[in-house]
T-cell receptor
Framework: EAQVTQNPRYLITVTGKKLTVTCSQN?????MSWYRQDPGLGLRQIYY???????DKGDVPEGYKVSRKEKRNFPLILESPSPNQTSLYFC?????????????FGDGTRLSIL | AQTVTQSQPEMSVQEAETVTLSCTYD???????LFWYKQPPSRQMILVIR????KQQNATENRFSVNFQKAAKSFSLKISDSQLGDAAMYFC????????????????WGLGTSLAVNP
């Protein structure tokens, strides 16, 4: 089954404790992206990647890191989480070419930073 | 910069009836893509329907259809024969052609419309 898998689905942690949210897709997609969803602000892009070893900042990259060492994986790293990073996070992927390839989303990760 | 506006924070519909959700957007681009996504209480983000700006024909997917008015920059979603399972948050989203966006396929989102379906 074609899917984007995020882990964990839920995480409660404390300020400053490094954490990683994993994202893996099995569709051989070149493009991957991270969004955060906040009430009243909607979904905003954090980082994106066009292909292996190619990543770039989205609209709200501060406090986050990503890596793309393999095509299927695109982890989101919070080196020193803070309460303002409490949010619902989505990973998405799509093929690199084509005119209108829709993005496939993971099921979301609810992060709570205390 | 492009923006997407959903002017109806909440809507309700009776089961089996038809409801229309509104979406307007602002852009100076002539070619772009529009999407409606559904987010049920499970929080998954599910693609409902998509439209390419260069296509004049309105997209249809089973009970879901759009009214795409390019000149008015309007992209409304019509849900026919509403079902209890249609209750969800609905998001309208815009995407530029990748060659206009530095290869970024970023979706620009509205704030959503919460749809309740009454039995």
């Amino acid at each position: 089954e074609a899917q984007v898998t995020q882990n964990p689905r839920y995480l409660i942690t404390v300020t400053g404790k490094k954490l990683t949210v994993t994202c893996s897709q099995n569709m051989n997609h070149e493009y991957m992206s991270w969004y955060r969803q906040d009430p009243g602000l909607g979904l905003r892009q954090i980082y994106y990647s066009m292909n292996v070893e190619v990543t770039d900042k989205g609209d709200v990259p501060e406090g986050y890191k990503v890596s793309r060492k393999e095509k299927r994986n695109f982890p989101l790293i919070l080196e020193s989480p803070s309460p303002n990073q409490t949010s619902l996070y989505f990973c998405a992927s799509s093929p690199g070419g084509g005119r209108n390839q829709p993005q496939h989303f993971g099921d979301g990760t609810r992060l709570s930073i205390l | 910069a492009q923006t997407v506006t959903q002017s109806q924070p909440e809507m309700s519909v009776q089961e089996a009836e038809t409801v229309t959700l509104s979406c307007t957007y602002d852009t100076s681009e002539s070619d772009y893509y529009l999407f409606w996504y559904k987010q049920p209480p499970s929080r998954q983000m599910i693609l409902v329907i998509r439209q390419e700006a260069y296509k004049q024909q309105n997209a249809t997917e089973n009970r879901f259809s759009v009214n795409f008015q390019k000149a008015a920059k309007s992209f409304s979603l019509k849900i026919s024969d509403s079902q209890l399972g249609d209750a969800a948050m609905y998001f309208c989203a815009y995407r530029s052609p990748f060659f206009n966006a530095g290869n970024n396929r970023k979706l620009i989102w509205g704030l959503g419309t919460s749809l309740a379906v009454n039995p």
